[in-house]
């Protein structure tokens, strides 16, 4: 596959952050075309990059990864959100985020452990 340096450019300015919006590839797909590219072998070229990034990314800062399977971490940040929000409104934040950190992070305790069978 034959990608000029403009469109290499974009690719790696996409992926930079680890992950591509609809609109991001949908844009990468027009460029591609134009330069007579096949769209499957480029999502193939792309995806395989982002997914390069998000693991060098995991391999310089492994402790991300601990923190984000540990859901007494995200009840921790929700709990805190609640302290400040109580703090700002002198109000009874700090029960509700007690709850919505103790539900918010169970979801996304699940939702990482299913992240691989999700496509």
């Known amino acids: 596959m ?46 395989q990059l982002v997914k390069d990034y998000q693991e060098s990314f995991l391999d310089k800062y492994p402790f991300i990864e601990k923190l984000i399977k540990n859901p007494f971490f995200w009840f921790a940040i929700i709990a805190l959100i609640g302290v400040i ?22 979801i996304l305790y699940f939702a990482y452990l299913n992240k691989d069978k999700v496509d």
Do not use: M
């Open 85 to 106: 929000w109580h703090n700002i409104n002198n109000d009874s934040g700090i029960p509700i985020a007690l709850i919505a950190g103790a539900i918010i992070s169970t």
């Open 2 to 47: 034959n990608i000029s340096e403009e469109l290499k450019e974009l690719v790696y300015t996409v992926v930079e952050d680890g992950k591509i919006t609809k609109k991001e590839r949908e844009v990468l797909h027009k460029r591609a075309e134009k330069e007579g590219i096949d769209i499957d072998e480029f999502d193939i070229y792309i995806d």
